[in-house]
């Protein structure tokens, strides 16, 4: 069994900075990405950025530049460094696990407000 908890959203004004944290309480063995979604109001939930078991990265084109994804080295937590907010990244986000198997797991959700 699998467990994600994030943390780190919060109220901020366009222009600041926030960190988001997942801890991951899944089986490292079978493990392949971890990355964040996230969720708009009235939209569909997308992908905001992953990082590999080999560390390398992916990023939505939304938020190139200004949002970094990093995890420890052992992978038991996942970051999200959202530096820039814009009003259009407020959003749930969500912390996923990827793994062997066709296996996903997902966490509850923290949101992100960014005020204009």
């Known amino acids: 069994q699998g467990q994600l908890v994030e943390s780190g959203g919060g109220l901020v004004q366009a222009g600041g900075s926030l960190r988001l944290s997942c801890a991951a309480s899944?089986?490292?063995?079978?493990?392949?990405?971890m990355g964040w979604y996230r969720q708009a109001p009235g939209k569909q939930r997308e992908l905001v950025a992953t990082?590999?078991?080999?560390?390398?990265?992916n990023y939505a084109d939304s938020v190139k530049g200004r949002f970094s994804i990093s995890r420890d080295n052992f992978k038991t937590t996942v970051y999200l460094q959202m530096n820039s907010l814009k009003p259009e990244d407020t959003a749930v986000y969500y912390c996923?696990?990827?793994?062997?198997?066709?296996?996903?797991?997902w966490g509850q959700g923290t949101l992100v407000t960014v005020s204009s």
């Open positions: 990082v590999f078991n080999d560390g390398t990265t």
């Open positions: 899944v089986n490292r063995f079978t493990l392949t990405t």
């Open positions: 996923n696990t990827r793994h062997l198997g066709n296996l996903e797991v």
